[in-house]
C-alpha cells in the first residue's frame, strides 16, 4: 500500500482546490464575506491563484519550507469564508449545517499539517 507524503497531500489539495476556484467559481463566491472590498470573483480567483503558487511552492523541494509556512498562512486567511458559509447555512436542513460547520474545526489540522511539512522540510 502507498501512503502518500505528507508534503504531496498538502501540495495535492492546494493544486487541487486552486484549480476548482478557477474551472467552478460560482460555489467559492458564495461564501467570500460580504466585507471584503471588490467583488466576490476576484476574491474567488486570488484564492484560487493562491493555493495554486502555494500548492507549487510546497510541491517543490527547493520551496517547500516557505510554501508550507505560506499554506499554514493561507488556511489561516481564509477561514473567514468558512465562517461565513457556517453562518449562512446555519438555517438549512441538519446534512448542510453539519458541513458547513464542521469545516470550521478542520482548519486547525489543516494549519498543523501545513505546520509540520514546514518543521520536516527544515
Given at each position: 500500500m502507498i501512503v502518500p507524503r505528507p508534503p504531496a497531500v498538502l501540495a495535492g489539495g492546494l493544486l487541487t482546490m486552486g484549480v476548482l476556484h478557477g474551472v467552478a467559481p460560482a460555489p467559492f463566491d458564495t461564501i467570500v464575506p460580504p466585507w471584503l472590498p471588490g467583488s466576490a470573483r476576484f476574491w474567488t480567483y486570488a484564492?484560487?491563484?493562491a493555493e495554486?503558487?502555494?500548492?507549487?511552492?510546497?510541491?517543490?523541494?527547493?520551496?517547500?519550507?516557505?510554501g508550507a509556512l505560506a499554506a499554514a498562512a493561507l488556511f489561516v486567511a481564509v477561514f473567514p469564508a468558512n465562517v461565513q458559509m457556517?453562518?449562512?447555512w446555519r438555517r438549512r436542513p441538519w446534512p448542510w449545517r453539519a458541513v458547513a460547520f464542521g469545516?470550521?474545526?478542520?482548519?486547525?489540522?489543516?494549519?498543523?499539517?501545513?505546520?509540520?511539512?514546514?518543521?520536516?522540510?527544515?
Open positions: 484564492s484560487g491563484v495554486l503558487a502555494v500548492g507549487a511552492a510546497v510541491a517543490a523541494p527547493r520551496t517547500r519550507r516557505a457556517a453562518w449562512d469545516r470550521l474545526p478542520l482548519q486547525a489540522p489543516m494549519i498543523a499539517h501545513a505546520l509540520r511539512v514546514h518543521r520536516e522540510a527544515g
